[in-house]
């Protein structure tokens, strides 16, 4: 069996019989008749020695996304008592990217010659765990731009009214997530249907592989048009009311779009070309571009490290979280003295970004010395907050 033929009889029988026993061997099969196993020696590594950086790149890029995602998860935890649905919002968009960190490095960790030593249904759960994060963040991404939306448009509700559609979307969320990436290990597979396999991922259907890359690409459609309809929704709010506030609001609102947009097809175009060729090119050409798959693939995930500094980050509330839990770890270790810590904390502080004018008139963080690095008072009612 080769990489353009269609396998013998025999080697049929074989297959159906090692995918009965879930024997490792049948992920060698799979491989070699995708062509991945050209260049290898005994089945390990291919001869090249920039795998070893790669792969040291890749394990730093999955701890970067972990680390920074999971600073931004304690701190809202820890040092946020807004309870508003922005709050859960942030939770599940920097929980979700947590957890396709720690998924990647799984996928990375296990790559390589440990591959051919994973069953089946192991390997399925390692490609699909990374597939079920990325959707969950896409879908997260999707449930907060409509979840802004509605908020604008929508007239007042009550406040365990929005809470119960929140905790229910983001339930949906995640149980369509789950499914996506669990779909192969329940069937939608080409075990032993060599023809309809994928060259980058031996064991995955084209046709799976077709369906994830146009429900993503639906959902960035989705999240911009959403994004549109609330910047034109803020800028005929601006010109009703030609105020200098509204117009910052409004261009404020433009670069959080835009930055959106950019990230997204940065970090996720390349990703879905490579698929979209492994669709619908030939094997031939999907070996030539198999080696850069690795560093698309760490560019995809990188979109998660990206989230934090677009939703979070720009936030002012979520900066003095983020920034009063590393003061609180600093005073712990002795790092720093008190005043030194929160003088640098409020210098920090002053270059970040306000969030919209419905936010309600807070006390400077640069006049507070106190050792319990209170919160200020939760967000006022209607906040459309622009870091969400």
Known sequence: MNATGSPSPVALESCYWLAAGGHSRLIILHYNHSGRLAGRVNGGEPEDSSLGALRGLSVAAGCLVVLENALVLAAIGTHMRSRRWVYYCLVNITLSDLLTGLAYLANVLLSGPRTFQLAPAQWFLREGLLFMALAASTFSLLFTAGERFATMVRVAESVATKTSRVYGFIGLCWLLAGLLGLLPLLGWNCVCAFQRCST????????????????????????????????????????????????????????????????????????????????????????????????????????????????????????????????????????????????????????????????????????????????????????????V
Not at 200 to 227: E, H, M, R, T, W
Not at 253 to 258: I, R, W
Not at 315 to 335: I, N, P, Q
Request: net charge positive; aromatic share 10%.
């Open 200 to 387: 980058l991922l031996p064991l995955y259907s084209k046709d799976y592989i077709l369906f994830c890359v146009l429900l993503f690409a639906l959902i960035l459609v989705a999240i911009l048009g959403l994004y549109g309809a609330i910047f034109r929704v803020v800028r005929a709010n601006g010109q009703k009311a030609p105020r200098p506030p509204a117009r910052r609001k409004a261009r404020r609102l433009l670069k959080t779009v835009l930055m959106i947009l950019v990230a997204f097809v940065v970090c996720w175009g390349p990703l879905f070309g490579l698929l979209l060729a492994d669709i619908f090119g030939s094997n031939v050409w999907a070996q030539e571009y198999l080696r850069g798959m690795d560093w698309i693939l760490a560019l995809a995930v990188l979109n998660s490290a990206i989230n934090p500094l677009i939703y979070s980050f720009r936030s002012r509330e979520v900066c003095h979280a983020v920034l009063a839990f590393l003061c609180c770890g600093c005073l712990r270790l002795g790092l720093r003295g008190p005043g030194d810590c929160l003088a640098r904390a409020s210098e920090a502080h002053s270059g970040a970004s306000t969030t919209d004018s419905s936010l309600r008139h807070r006390d400077s963080f640069r006049g507070s010395r106190s050792h319990s690095f209170r919160m200020r008072e939760p967000l006022s009612s209607v906040s459309s907050v622009r870091s």
